[in-house]
């Protein structure tokens, strides 16, 4: 792997690991539950797009199993959680 594209992907985790932070805030800042939940599920996609470039990073392409994995139960997670807000009528603010 030449060294440029090295440098990139570095780059890619850090920039993952910012957004990751700011993302963190909003969880714990809310307001409203529904952005609460937006902000888990933002966190859960940025963790798959770390794990799918550290997968190309050390050349593990078992890990892709592991990101998409998670991508699943994560959209699975968060679309049974909408489900619910929306027939308890919470999702509102």
């Not at 910012?18 to 939940?37: E, F, H, K, M, Y």
Request: proline letters at 4%; a neutral charge; glycine letters at 12%.
């Amino acid at each position: 792997m030449s060294g440029w594209f090295e440098g990139l992907l570095h780059g890619v985790l850090t920039a993952l690991g910012v957004s990751s932070l700011l993302t963190l805030c909003r969880l714990i800042l809310g307001p409203t539950l529904p952005d609460r939940v937006v902000a888990l599920d933002l966190i859960s996609l940025q963790l798959v797009g770390g794990i799918a470039v550290y997968a190309v990073l050390t050349r593990e392409p078992g890990l892709l199993n592991v990101a998409l994995v998670l991508a699943i139960i994560s959209s699975l997670g968060t679309i049974a959680i909408a489900r619910y807000l929306f027939h308890s009528g919470k999702g509102e603010p």
